[in-house]
């Protein structure tokens, strides 16, 4: 089992910035890719961004390239994800996960744990 637990998240307003960290206990962390999804109101859960078990390799959807960033500290077992540049639409409750495969990562079937979800709301 691994137990992942989210920082808060925060308001913000149009174009600032959000540090987001997820922290894991349980099995060895560095097994796991990790990654991060976000859910709007209304609509499905999306994938966000990866990093596989060492950090060399990352992925992100279109929506965050260039504004986001994602890296992990194996040391401290812990997940992060910078936000910059924040627009309204990405106002959404955002999720830390766990898994096993950095290609299935990016798929929310892909994920073997969760975290608590953190709510982000982004002010026009």
């Not at 913000?12 to 206990?25: P, T, Y």
């Not at 859960?45 to 500290?73: L, P, Q």
């Not at 936000?83 to 106002?91: A, G, I, M, R, V």
Request: charged share 15%.
């Amino acid at each position: 089992q691994v137990q992942l637990v989210q920082s808060a998240g925060g308001l913000v307003q149009a174009g600032g910035s959000l540090r987001l960290s997820c922290a894991a206990s349980g099995r060895t962390f560095s097994n796991y890719a990790m990654g991060w999804f976000r859910q709007a109101p209304g609509k499905e859960r999306e994938f966000v961004a990866t990093i596989n078990w060492s950090g060399e390799s990352t992925y992100y959807a279109d929506s965050a390239k260039g504004r986001f960033t994602i890296s992990r500290d194996n040391a401290k077992n812990t997940v992060y994800l910078q936000l910059n540049s924040l627009k309204p639409e990405d106002t959404a409750v955002y999720y830390c996960a766990a898994s096993r495969y950095y290609s299935d990562s990016r798929h929310y079937s892909g994920n073997d744990y969760w975290g608590q979800g953190t709510q982000v709301t982004v002010s026009s």
